[in-house]
């Protein structure tokens, strides 16, 4: 070893005696835990002497880089680091059971009371409709259920619109197999979706070759949509009046057409599991179908009771001048009678060929029914409502004059003395005559009532938003 000024510099050794120089002296010993050089000032102590190598082995050079001081023995008196115990299997059980009670007991206590705060946060922030849609997606006996997107490609994005009524616009549209069909589009709706799923379940369940099939409905969302049968002559409105620019219905056609308007009702109120009020009987909720076949459509007013009830208590509801004055007493307990004065009203409209009330006519002829009471008066007088009696034939006048009498027989004020539809339709059939019995004093034909296509209803109906074509 040699010093240079105030450095040790290390050579190889070659014996092992110890080397001392005059100056200052600075000690380097070796940690023996981490092998950090370690350097201290002050006098100088005498080296420890390193134990001797055997002879038979001879020391390798050093490799240290010049200025670094080797690694030297441990001093006398400070014991080597001793190494970690080895951790047994059995001393290791009690740890590892600790752990897992944790993860099974402790942290699913302490979690699973935010898991369901959150689930039950989720489930009251959700829809309703769609809560509602989940419970009742499928229904047994329910009408074919439509996407939208189905009936949006089906109506060529609801391009044709064939009419507006009270609760939404109809479309015409095709199904993929072709079946031409009537898109109804709910806008106002007075109920939820259970109620509406409900509904089309009671009214799709009805078969009946004079009512319009509802082949099916969309509910999704915010979304009703009611799919019907396409029919495509339209309205009976479009075709009974003189004064419309249409082919005028001959008398034949006409009175099949009574005929099944007549079926249709008592098929309504007779022959159904439930009583069905229809409530909005006029000739704008009669539809044609190619060969004028008469169904009635439109179930956006009508009343379901049960077969057990006679009479249900509603608010009024209806068409001006179809109206049963029945609805115009307070809290006027309603029966299926209702629907056969506006039976009555619609008949002499077809037979005459004009509206209830028009106010295109004279003063005298203004309300059809006060026509009506005047000419009763007379004998066999009441043939003389009708006009262009030259136009029919001997045979065809005894059949007006019949059904004029059946009319007169639907519009009596007091429900009680109306007959059931199945009698009308025994009577229209031939099978039975008309009451003789029959009273032309109409106390509400002297209350003159706008006729047309407007509703009254003293309160949202809250029985039912299905409708057709009004």
């Not at 001006?320 to 809290?331: H, I, T, V």
């Not at 002829?365 to 006009?387: C, P, Y």
Request: aromatic fraction near 8%; glycine fraction near 6%; charged fraction near 20%.
């Amino acid at each position: 070893m040699s010093i240079t000024g105030n450095t040790i510099g290390c050579k190889a050794l070659t014996s092992n005696k110890p080397v001392f120089s005059s100056g200052p002296v600075y000690a380097v010993a070796r940690s023996p835990l981490d092998g950090i050089a370690v350097r201290s000032s002050g006098p100088a102590e005498p080296p420890i002497k390193a134990p001797s190598l055997s002879p038979q082995v001879k020391k390798p050079p050093s490799l240290s880089p010049q200025g670094i001081t080797p690694p030297r023995p441990s001093p006398q008196g400070i014991a080597p680091p001793r190494p970690s115990p080895e951790i047994s299997p059995r001393s290791s059980a009690p740890i590892i059971a600790a752990v897992i009670f944790s993860f099974v007991v402790i942290i699913p206590s302490v979690v699973m009371p935010f898991i369901l705060r959150a689930r039950w946060r989720g489930k009251s922030e959700q829809d309703p409709q769609d809560v509602e849609d989940h419970h009742i997606k499928h229904v047994p006996g329910m009408p074919v259920r439509f996407s939208y997107q189905e009936l949006y490609v089906a109506t060529n994005n609801f391009n044709e619109r064939l009419g507006r009524g009270g609760f939404g616009s109809v479309f015409k549209g095709k199904l993929g197999d072709g079946t031409q069909i009537a898109v109804k589009r709910l806008e106002k709706r007075g109920q939820g979706m259970s109620a509406f799923l409900a509904e089309a379940e009671a009214i799709g369940s009805l078969h009946h070759f004079n009512l319009v099939r509802l082949i099916g409905f969309c509910a999704e969302k915010s979304s009703r949509l009611l799919v019907f049968e396409y029919l495509s002559n339209g309205s009976l409105d479009n075709w009974i009046f003189m004064n419309v620019q249409r082919s005028f219905l001959d008398w034949q056609t006409r009175k099949k057409i009574i005929l099944d308007i007549a079926k249709g009702l008592a098929y309504l109120h007779e022959d159904c599991r439930h009583t069905i009020i229809h409530l909005d009987v006029k000739p704008q909720n009669i539809l044609l179908d190619s060969s004028f076949h008469a169904k009635i459509a439109d179930f956006g007013l009508s009343k379901l009771i049960n077969r057990d009830m006679s009479q249900v208590q509603i608010s009024m509801r209806g068409t001006p001048g179809y109206l049963a004055p029945e609805w115009r007493q307070p809290l006027g307990r309603i029966t299926v009678k209702v629907d056969i004065y506006s039976f009555g009203i619609v008949l002499l409209e077809i037979v005459c060929a004009r509206r209830n009330v028009d106010q295109s006519q004279p003063e005298s002829a203004f309300h059809l029914l006060t026509m009506l009471q005047k000419k009763a008066d007379h004998q066999d007088g009441v043939i003389d409502i009708v006009e262009n009696l030259d136009e029919y034939t001997r045979s065809d006048r005894e059949e007006i004059t019949r059904m004029i009498k059946v009319a007169a027989w639907c519009l009596q004020d007091d429900p009680e003395r109306r007959p059931l539809m199945s009698t009308v339709l025994k009577v229209l059939e031939g099978v039975m005559e008309v009451d003789s019995n029959i009273n032309y004093r109409f106390s509400h034909a002297m209350i003159s009532s706008p006729a047309g296509n407007n509703h009254i209803s003293s309160a949202p109906p809250p029985a039912s938003v299905l409708s057709n074509p009004r």
